[in-house]
């Protein structure tokens, strides 16, 4: 389960190739809505996908014009690593989002077991992934 760990501290550590280069964009997926958890469920595959959207970015920000020079992502709840391969490979395949050319394409990937938790009496649903 050590593997799995990662910490926030870790990212200019081990994600940015040099120091002067340090700025991250942040986004957070699934955001839904209390009506629709009731008879939607996400896969690992979807969040991973939505996490890329310009919708989920908490900047103003379409990386899709962009390039990445490296990806970490952190999920919570109920969360395989083998579904989280699958996800991270489909994105690679799929060249959803693009890496600079000059730094190794790396995405790291942590989990944490406890699931997801929103603020009581807001429309954002609790959900287990």
């Given at each position: 389960d050590g593997a799995l760990?990662?910490?926030?501290?870790?990212?200019?550590?081990?994600l940015v190739p040099y120091p002067r280069i340090h700025f991250m964009l942040s986004s957070y997926?699934?955001?839904?809505?209390?009506?629709r958890a009731h008879h939607e469920?996400?896969?690992?595959?979807?969040?991973?996908?939505?996490?890329?959207e310009p919708s989920s970015?908490?900047?103003?920000?379409?990386?899709r014009h962009g390039k990445y020079m490296a990806c970490c992502l952190m999920y919570r709840g109920d969360v395989?690593?083998?579904?989280?391969?699958?996800?991270v490979t489909s994105i690679k395949n799929k060249r959803t989002i693009q890496f600079v050319d000059w730094s190794p394409t790396g995405f790291k990937c942590g989990i944490n077991g406890q699931a997801p938790t929103s603020v009581p009496g807001t429309d954002m649903a609790?959900?287990?992934r």
């Open positions: 760990n990662v910490d926030i501290n870790e990212f200019q550590t081990n997926a699934p955001v839904i809505s209390c009506e469920q996400m896969s690992v595959s979807e969040i991973t996908t939505s996490a890329f970015m908490m900047a103003k920000c379409d990386p395989v690593p083998n579904d989280v391969n699958a996800a609790d959900v287990k």
